[in-house]
Structures are given as C-alpha cells and as structure tokens.
Nanobody, 121 residues
Framework: QVQLVESGGGLVQAGGSLRLSCVVS????????MGWYRQAPGKQRELVAT???????KYADSVKGRFTISGDAAKKTMYLQMNSLKPEDTAVYYC???????????????WGQGTQVTVSS
C-alpha cells in the first residue's frame, strides 16, 4: 500500500522557520514526481514545490528564496524547509506523489493527511 505520512507543522512567528517531513511507505522506490501543496482558508489548493527528478526542482513564485524542497531516498522521506515565514504562508500543507500509469493514462495522485502551518504576525 502507498502511504504518505506528514509531520512538522505548527505555530510559528513571522520570520521563523519550520521543516516539514513526508515519510513514504509502500510501493514507491524513488522520490521523483513528489511535491508539496498547500491550501489556505478560502483559497484553492496550490503547488508550493516539486521534485521532478533528482536535481530538478520547481517552486511557486511566492516561496522562491524562502522554501527548499529536498529528499533522503534512503529514509524515503521528503522535506520542505520553510524560512522567513510570513502570515500568508498559513495553510494546511499536503505531501503528494504522482505514480506513472500504463497505457498512456495520466499519473495517479497520492496525498498525505495534511499538516497545519500557522504563522502569526
């Protein structure tokens, strides 16, 4: 079974830092096509950062220079280091993994349970 388990959310003051972790278990053998999404109150879920392949990452403009996505393949864990946090970063953060499908079908999406990040001013 594929399972994503997140941790590391919490309450932090503006300017502070948090590190989110996503532990992957089941039939996943690499951390490619993994990413972090977030959903703030009253807004749609949005992409924050992704790892397409090793060495290829992408960030939303709103977090560039402040957030860093990384992974430890041996531990099957993906991280999101969040620095210089702002109140607008307040959201539920979700871990995501896309699994390729046969026959030219789009990849399947797997999601973590979400972890709350609250940044106070």
């Amino acid at each position: 079974q594929v399972q994503l388990v997140e941790s590391g959310g919490g309450l932090v003051q503006a300017g502070g830092s948090l590190r989110l972790s996503c532990v992957v278990s089941g039939s996943i053998f690499n951390l490619n096509t993994m990413g972090w999404y977030r959903q703030a109150p009253g807004k749609q879920r949005e992409l924050v950062a992704t790892v397409v392949t090793v060495g290829l990452t992408k960030y939303a403009d709103s977090v560039k220079g402040r957030f860093t996505i990384s992974g430890d393949a041996a531990k099957k864990t993906m991280y999101l280091q969040m620095n210089s946090l702002k109140p607008e970063d307040t959201a539920v953060y979700y871990c995501n993994k896309k699994i390729p499908q046969p026959y030219g079908l789009p990849p399947a999406d797997y999601w973590g349970q979400g972890t709350q990040v609250t940044v106070s001013s």
